[in-house]
């Protein structure tokens, strides 16, 4: 394989370890896959996709506020994660589902289907010689915690 091929390869792969991080509700895994500092838009959300920026604990953090309220989510692919064909993003199309069943950031659970998905692109880098996530653009519907949460 060339390197070109090698390196779409390799964003992907990181890509796939984010989600599996998801799956296996491991902080540090997830951690891993992002840059010191991330910019993320959420086009769905109440931000309308303005940049805000975040550091990989926080990105941690958050997905662990995710699972703590819905303990058995379980992320699949529509569409596993492919780099576009200038090697720059790689775009997965993903759904979740699961139960709200946890109580986090001081909302307690209504016992509600977790069923959402969405599309996200990932803009990777090379940092300390591993390619990682500095930029994550989301279009995705919301669970009800979620919407609890605005």
Not at 63 to 89: I, K, L, N, Q, T
Not at 123 to 145: A, C, H, M, N, P
Request: aromatic share 10%.
């Amino acid at each position: 394989a060339g390197e070109f091929q090698i390196a779409c390869e390799e964003k992907e792969a990181v890509v796939r370890r984010y989600f599996a991080g998801v799956n296996a509700k491991d902080r540090e895994m997830i951690m891993s896959c992002f840059a010191d500092t991330v910019e993320l838009r959420d086009m769905c959300g109440i931000s309308r996709g303005a940049p805000r920026v975040a550091k990989a604990s926080g990105m941690g953090d958050r997905c662990m506020e995710f699972v703590a309220a819905h303990p058995d989510c379980e992320v699949y692919f529509e569409s596993p994660p492919r780099a576009d064909r200038d090697g720059r993003w790689v775009w997965a199309h993903w759904a979740e589902k699961g139960t709200w069943s946890g109580e986090s950031c001081g909302v307690a659970p209504l016992g509600t289907p977790l069923d959402v998905s969405g599309q996200t692109r990932f803009l990777l880098e090379e940092r300390g010689g591993e390619q990682r996530i500095i930029k994550q653009v989301v279009y995705r519907t919301f669970s009800d915690w979620e919407n609890a949460l605005q």
